[in-house]
């Protein structure tokens, strides 16, 4: 089951850089969006039918319009293609409401926010933030060159540009150092948010462990990595809903979501690949396999939630609040 959808009009498109496009909307019915706070996403149903998350990257303070960006990929299977090549000012799509699994922590010290390439999009929104607080940050934003870099004129004006910090064509092999001298000084109480491809998050994050505790360390990702099976994995194990105490198998091919939908039990999702956090569940009691992409390293220890989309389970039962 998908999450509730509403119709918007794109009322303005932008090309931000090389194979970025920027697409502004608003509701069809008129309404003002409901607030959200920066870092969310939204599910996005281009012409073709296919449904994507794309960050939101205006203005959170904005309620009457949607800004979110868009890479155009090589290998697109259709849905960012499509918003490239069929979508016009006026073209209609669907979106999903706001949902956030990339906060901010508004009692750091100090905000240190590392993007690369359209992994600009979520830190951008808590720029907006960050300003309107007047909470000290900085915005460091690698890309190949200035061509593949979105949102330069906005970054170069106030009230942004005296808090952002440009790293053009950083080679793999320098980008270690590079991280490790701009995070030198970083308050003890500062926190840190990146967002790109996972190869550059790997070591950003391995740099900010030099200096941070990991609850401090904060990233969204936009796909899901390769997973290997852990040895604690069952092949089979049951779960057991909380309210009714009815129970259902759940075998080796089968996701938690199909066969709670055997049941009759629909939890909504979206990406499939334990990246949204759509299909997050309450556990009452067992002990989940956390194969997701998308919860923190508190939430996995706590194992209060489960993604029951791509998760799986190392108990023989789980109790799951539904």
Do not use: W
């Amino acid at each position: 089951m998908q999450a509730q959808m509403f119709k918007v009009r794109v009322d303005a498109l932008r090309e931000e850089a090389h194979g970025i496009r920027s697409f502004s909307v608003s509701r069809l019915d008129g309404l003002p969006f409901d607030s959200y706070e920066p870092g969310a996403h939204i599910d996005v149903t281009g012409p073709t039918g296919i449904t994507r998350q794309y960050s939101l990257c205006g203005d959170p303070s904005c309620r009457d319009s949607h800004v979110f960006a868009v890479k155009k990929e090589d290998e697109s299977r259709g849905g960012s293609r499509s918003l490239h090549d069929e979508v016009r000012i006026g073209s209609e799509l669907s979106i999903g409401a706001p949902r956030n699994l990339f906060r901010l922590e508004e009692t750091a010290s100090e905000h240190i926010l590392i993007g690369a390439g359209i992994g600009i999009t979520p830190l951008l929104s808590m720029a907006y933030r960050l300003v309107a607080i007047d909470a000290p940050f900085t915005l460091h934003y690698f890309a190949r060159s200035e061509t593949h870099a979105a949102f330069l004129p906005l970054l170069a004006r106030a009230p942004f540009d005296r808090h952002v910090k440009l790293h053009f064509g950083v080679g793999r092999e320098a980008l270690s150092d590079e991280l490790d001298a701009l995070l030198r000084d970083a308050n003890e109480r500062a926190h840190v948010y990146t967002c790109g491809p996972a190869p550059f998050m790997d070591v950003v994050v391995a740099s900010a462990q030099k200096r941070l505790p990991a609850d401090a360390i904060h990233l969204e990702r936009f796909k899901a990595e390769p997973h290997a099976q852990p040895e604690t994995s069952l092949d089979t194990f049951d779960v057991k809903i909380a309210s009714s105490g009815e129970t259902v198998r759940v075998d080796a091919t089968t996701s938690i979501v199909d066969a709670l939908a055997s049941i009759g039990i629909e939890v909504d999702t979206s990406c499939g690949e334990g990246v949204c956090g759509t299909c997050m569940v309450d556990v009452v009691s067992g002990e989940p396999e956390h194969r997701d992409h998308c919860l923190s390293k508190a939430e996995r220890a706590s194992n209060s939630v489960i993604c029951c989309c791509v998760s799986r389970s190392r108990s023989p039962v789980l109790v799951l609040d539904l």
